[in-house]
């Protein structure tokens, strides 16, 4: 993408400030159903907005006008065609801009101050403005942006609140517009929501007004640069190694698998970890909302739903990639989250042929999520009897496990449960693993995911698949401590 394109979008200009001149109103975001114009127009449309941009404000001499001065004139001076997907060219060259500009102008900067400024306003015109440095700080799991001067960060599952604000809530919507647009969505009045990603893989949800009160609502779940693997998770307590044994055989065997819990638990992660005990060779396709499981192995398809265009077309679902998805020969189909009637689809799929599938529920224990699930088919349109659900859901579903963030912030898997059958009406459970607190240390909960000495049912399936799993790790035949 050329920097005149993200200046079109809004991401390079000054915008309209607090105090001051207000900038020409961004371009909307080129969403589907939009055209986007010639070169020549997008010339024109540069050229308008450097003549009109503020250089000047009441608050003339302040930090915030010197910064606008700086960042119009550098804009005017850049080159619009540069490439910025060559980040490290045009920081240089921006760079160099930079300091002829203040020399220009005999502005006198602390070595600091000029740091700052220049780090701010390249945020600007590569980045995602004021956002840019929390992106880079690998210790912050989520961001969440309410209205432009409350800006929340979530860092070892605890909320704080940080010190870096937008200038108004222009400016928040011209970065929503820098996120959205380039994935041929669009956020607008007639749309006031909207799932989105970052280049990075990370998850994005914006909201804006007339639905929210509070000015334009951004929530960031960041995505890893280093996945999280599953020796990671044994080290911080989230799950045990006997725990992952069980569960590598059961993904390696072909069972069916549901990661369930509340938002944040941390069951994408868990997804991504069992994800890769797939083997190399067989054929998967992901299908989400907005594309971030990161999955290492060769052989795989990645689909992505889409939401309708300005018309109201378009639309693909979640449930359409799930049919679809059926008529491409795969091996494993892994669901980002189920939320409605592609649920039945997906048990239909598994109760098929395609077996070894994963998807995650929103649901708070494992019993909760078989109610769930039941209350989605429902959500299908069709006219089904609960029990023909049940035997659906029983037939298909092998195990759930259920994932938890605990009130000290941690997440951990707190039990795994098989699906074990059907007693009259009433679909039966097992719990195989379950999370037992000891105590509290320095704020932190203790405790251990411990067997509970039952073997699961389809412990044949996992034994004709070759895998063959020691009695101690389902706590058998050994004197357990508590």
């Known amino acids: ?170 400016h928040v919507m011209r970065i929503i517009d820098r996120i959205v647009a380039p994935l041929g969505r669009r956020i607008d009045e007639s749309s006031p929501y909207v799932d989105a990603r970052l280049q990075d893989g990370s998850r994005v949800n914006a909201v804006i007004p007339p639905i929210s009160l509070v000015g334009p609502v951004l ?28 569960l590598k055989a059961c993904v390696e065997a072909r069972l069916n698998i549901i990661i369930s819990g509340g938002t944040g638990s941390g069951k994408t992660t868990l997804l991504n970890v069992l994800s890769g005990f797939i083997p190399s060779d067989e054929r998967i396709l992901t299908i989400e909302n907005a594309a971030e499981l990161q999955l290492r192995q060769e052989h795989v398809v990645t689909l992505e739903s889409r939401p309708p265009n300005i018309e109201g077309r378009g639309e693909i679902t979640i ?76 037939g298909a579903v092998d195990l759930i496990c259920q994932q938890e963030r605990m009130r000290d912030g941690t997440r951990k898997v707190t039990t795994i449960t098989e699906v074990s059958g059907m007693e009259g009406d009433v679909i039966t459970m097992t719990d195989i693993f379950v999370f037992e607190q000891t105590g509290m240390e320095n704020g932190r909960i203790v405790g251990r995911t411990r067997p509970t000495g039952l073997r699961p049912k389809f412990m044949d399936k996992i034994e004709s698949a070759g895998i063959h799993l020691p009695p101690s790790i389902f706590g058998i035949g050994e004197r357990r401590r508590y």
């Open 219 to 246: 929530t960031i779940r960041k995505f890893s640069k280093n996945p999280i693997s599953i020796e990671q998770l044994i080290q911080f307590g989230s799950i045990t190694n006997e725990a992952v044994q069980f």
């Open 319 to 394: 449930r359409d990639l799930v049919m679809n998805a059926l008529r491409m020969r795969p091996e494993r189909i892994i669901v980002g989250e189920c939320r409605g009637g592609e649920t039945l689809d997906m048990l239909q799929a598994m109760n098929t042929g395609h077996d070894g599938s994963m998807t995650t529920a929103h649901a708070n224990t494992p019993r909760d999520a078989i109610s769930r699930i039941e209350t989605m088919c429902l959500m299908a349109g069709m006219d089904l009897p609960v029990r023909a659900i049940r035997e659906q859901i029983s």
């Open 1 to 170: 993408m050329s920097l005149l394109r993200r200046i079109e979008q809004g991401q390079g200009s000054g915008g309209s400030q607090e105090g001051g001149t207000p900038s020409p109103t961004p371009q909307p975001s080129g969403g589907e159903g939009q055209s986007g114009g010639g070169d020549a127009s997008r010339l024109s449309s540069l050229q308008a907005r450097r003549v009109s941009a503020p250089i000047t404000s009441p608050q003339a001499g302040s930090y915030f006008d010197l910064k606008t001065r700086v960042q119009n004139k550098l804009l005017a001076e850049i080159d619009p065609s540069m490439d910025v997907s060559r980040t490290d060219d045009v920081r240089r060259t921006i760079q160099g801009l930079f300091e002829q500009i203040l020399s220009e102008e005999n502005i006198v900067l602390s070595r600091p101050e000029r740091a700052r400024l220049f780090e701010q306003i390249a945020a600007e015109i590569l980045g995602l403005g004021p956002l840019q440095s929390l992106l880079e700080d690998d210790t912050i799991t989520e961001i969440m942006v309410n209205g432009p001067k409350n800006i929340y960060i979530e860092r070892k599952g605890k909320l704080h609140r940080v010190p870096v604000t937008f200038e108004n809530n222009e």
